[in-house]
Nanobody, 121 residues
Framework: QVQLVESGGGLVQAGGSLRLSCAASGTIFVTNTMRWYRQAPEKQRDLVATITRGGSTNYADSVKGRFTISRDNAKNTVYLQMNSLKPEDTAVYYC???????????????WGQGTQVTVSS
């Protein structure tokens, strides 16, 4: 059984910063691509940032230059450093990862429970 647990959300003023963490635990052989999504009230869940095991990254246009995704493979943990936050960044942020638990089986996609980020104007 694999669990993804996010932390680091909270309330911050516009222009401030937050750092989200997501740790994968359980039976893990290798953690592959890891991602952050977000979902604002009454809106669809959107991809925010992606990082491969080798460290290649991609970002949504709305967060480029403000957010940085990183990871620690030894700890099966992914981070999202969020700077220059705006009220429109307010959402529940979800961690997502492709994890291989046993060979020869392929990776399975897992979700965290989400962490609330609220940016006040």
């Amino acid at each position: 059984q694999v669990q993804l647990v996010e932390s680091g959300g909270g309330l911050v003023q516009a222009g401030g910063s937050l750092r989200l963490s997501c740790a994968a635990s359980g039976t893990i052989f290798v953690t592959n691509t890891m991602r952050w999504y977000r979902q604002a009230p009454e809106k669809q869940r959107d991809l925010v940032a992606t990082i491969t095991r080798g460290g290649s990254t991609n970002y949504a246009d709305s967060v480029k230059g403000r957010f940085t995704i990183s990871r620690d493979n030894a700890k099966n943990t992914v981070y999202l450093q969020m700077n220059s936050l705006k009220p429109e960044d307010t959402a529940v942020y979800y961690c997502n990862a492709d994890i291989t638990t046993h060979l020869p089986y392929g990776p399975v996609n897992y979700w965290g429970q989400g962490t609330q980020v609220t940016v006040s104007s």
